[in-house]
Nanobody, 118 residues
């Protein structure tokens, strides 16, 4: 039983920056790949970025060069630094934890709203 709690969402102007945080209720980040997904109204949920326990990162094309995912395993927290935000970045952002080995286990956060608008 693991809970993921996102924070940092809100309203930001185009071109602005925002940092999302996701904190886990247990010490799991040492064995879990962490990721951020987002879902805009009327659209399918999509991958934004992932980071493995070894620090390898993967980004959606729409996020490359603008977003940075990082993790602090000691604090069981993963971050998404979002720069040069665009209106099309508006979505609910979800934190995800996926076990890297053993049984397939996934945990999801409740989501946090990011709205990019003037």
């Amino acid at each position: 039983q693991v809970q993921l709690v996102e924070s940092g969402g809100g309203l930001v102007q185009p071109g602005g920056s925002l940092r999302l945080s996701c904190a886990a209720s247990r010490s799991i980040f040492s064995i879990y790949t962490m990721g951020w997904f987002r879902q805009a109204p009327g659209k399918q949920r999509e991958l934004v970025a992932t980071i493995t326990t070894g620090g390898s990162t993967n980004y959606a094309d729409s996020a490359k060069g603008r977003f940075t995912i990082s993790r602090d395993n000691a604090k069981n927290t993963v971050f998404l630094h979002m720069n040069s935000l665009k209106p099309e970045d508006t979505a609910v952002y979800y934190c995800n934890a996926r076990r890297e080995s053993g049984p397939m286990i996934n945990f999801w956060g409740q989501g946090t709203q990011v709205t990019v608008s003037s």
